[in-house]
C-alpha cells in the first residue's frame, strides 16, 4: 500500500506563491496516477489538478487553470502543486491522491477514482 504525505501548507496573502509536495512511501510513484484535490470549509471536495504516469498530461480544475501546475519527480517519489497568484477563494485542506494504473496516459479527475489518498496540507489565504 502507498503512502502518502502532504506539506508546504500555510498562510499567505492574496497573489502570493506557494509550492504543495506529497511524498510517497512504500510504493513506487512511478505506477500511479497522482492528482491534487481540496476541500473548503462547508464545501465538497473539489479537483484541482492530474498528471499521467508518463507526466505529459495534465488536467486542471476551471478555477486553478493558468495558475496552478502539477508535476512530479518520480525520481524522489514526489508530487507538487505550484500554485501562484493565490486568491482567498483557494483557502481550503488540500489532499494528494495517487491510483495505480497501466496505462501512461491515464489520468483521473474524479475522487472516486482515487483509492489512495493523504491527510491534507491546509492553505489560507488573506485578503
Known amino acids: 500500500q502507498i503512502q502518502l504525505v502532504e506539506s508546504g501548507g500555510g498562510l499567505v496573502q492574496t497573489g502570493d506563491s506557494l509550492k504543495l509536495s506529497c511524498v510517497a512511501s512504500?510504493?513506487?510513484?512511478?505506477?500511479?496516477?497522482v492528482g491534487w484535490f481540496r476541500q473548503g470549509p462547508g464545501k465538497e471536495r473539489e479537483f484541482v489538478a492530474a498528471?499521467?504516469?508518463?507526466?505529459?498530461?495534465?488536467k486542471y480544475g476551471t478555477s486553478v487553470k493558468g495558475r496552478f501546475t502539477i508535476s512530479r519527480d518520480d525520481a524522489k517519489n514526489t508530487m507538487y502543486l505550484q500554485m501562484n497568484n493565490l486568491k482567498p477563494e483557494d483557502a481550503a485542506l488540500y489532499f494528494c491522491?495517487?491510483?495505480?494504473?497501466?496505462?501512461?496516459?491515464?489520468?483521473?479527475?474524479?475522487?472516486?477514482?482515487?483509492?489512495?489518498w493523504g491527510q491534507g496540507t491546509r492553505v489560507t489565504v488573506s485578503s
Open positions: 491522491a495517487a491510483q495505480s494504473v497501466g496505462s501512461l496516459r491515464v489520468s483521473y479527475t474524479e475522487a472516486s477514482q482515487y483509492r489512495n
Open positions: 512504500g510504493r513506487t510513484l512511478s505506477s500511479y496516477a
Open positions: 498528471i499521467t504516469r508518463s507526466a505529459d498530461v495534465t
